[in-house]
């Protein structure tokens, strides 16, 4: 089976940078997604890894490394907005996606 | 970029009912959709892929029976809910792919189901 496991819950103060970590086990890899989620909508398309190395997108930037089935997402100069559900998901064959646990981040003021 | 189109965005039944739920690629052709189940505070759990033309493929634990899926055209695939139960109440979202090598997703708006 697919096992992708990211922290359930992260709290972070407006202003301030937060990374969520996202570790995955998979047959096959073929890419990392972030998405957002905020309640009741779809996800939307943060960013994708698929070599080593951070991708950098704004405030936003996200990193992988294959060899240890690690990525992370890193938001800078948090906003209120950023409140919201983080999902880490991997692609393991031509297009299916598999997601992880997903990350519910709490900015406050 | 490319939109999905996901109806009905809300649904009430009475169990025992069944309901259908569309999603439709607006500009672009989709080979690929993909169904996805969420509960409230989870994530997105793949329920099954469907290639145009054939049939799905579910995932380990989706009945097939259940949940019906059907892709008959590059712009179109729907799924069934059949003898809805009040345990099938979720939130369902769509997803779809033109098959592009490393393309990302594009995401329907949802579908929350609620059964009586």
């Known amino acids: 089976g697919q096992n992708i496991d990211q922290p359930t819950e992260m709290t972070a103060t407006e202003g301030a940078i937060v990374q969520i970590n996202c570790t995955y086990q998979t047959s096959g890899f073929n890419g990392l997604f972030w998405y957002q989620q905020h309640a009741g909508e779809a996800p939307t398309f943060l960013s994708y890894n698929v070599l080593d190395g951070l991708e950098e997108k704004g405030r936003f930037s996200s990193f992988l490394s294959r060899s240890k089935g690690y990525s992370y997402l890193l938001l800078k100069e948090l906003q209120m907005k950023d409140s919201a559900s983080y999902l880490c998901a991997v692609r393991t064959g031509a297009n299916n996606l598999f997601f992880g646990t997903g990350t519910r981040l709490t900015v406050i003021p | 970029g490319a939109v999905v189109s996901q109806h009905p965005s809300r649904v009430i039944c009475k169990s025992g009912t069944s309901v259908k739920i569309e999603c439709r690629s607006l500009d672009f052709q989709a080979t690929t959709m993909f169904w996805y189940r969420q509960f409230p505070k989870k994530s997105l759990m793949l329920m099954a892929t469907?290639?145009?033309?054939?049939?799905?493929?579910?995932e380990q634990g989706v009945e097939k029976d259940k949940f019906l899926i059907n892709h008959a055209s590059l712009t179109l695939s729907t799924l069934t809910v059949t003898s809805a139960h009040p345990e099938d109440s979720s939130f369902y979202i769509c997803?779809?792919?033109?098959?592009?090598?490393?393309?990302?997703?594009?995401f329907g708006s949802g579908t929350q189901l609620s059964v009586l």
């Open positions: 469907s290639n145009e033309g054939s049939k799905a493929t579910y």
């Open positions: 997803s779809a792919s033109s098959g592009a090598p490393n393309e990302k997703l594009f």
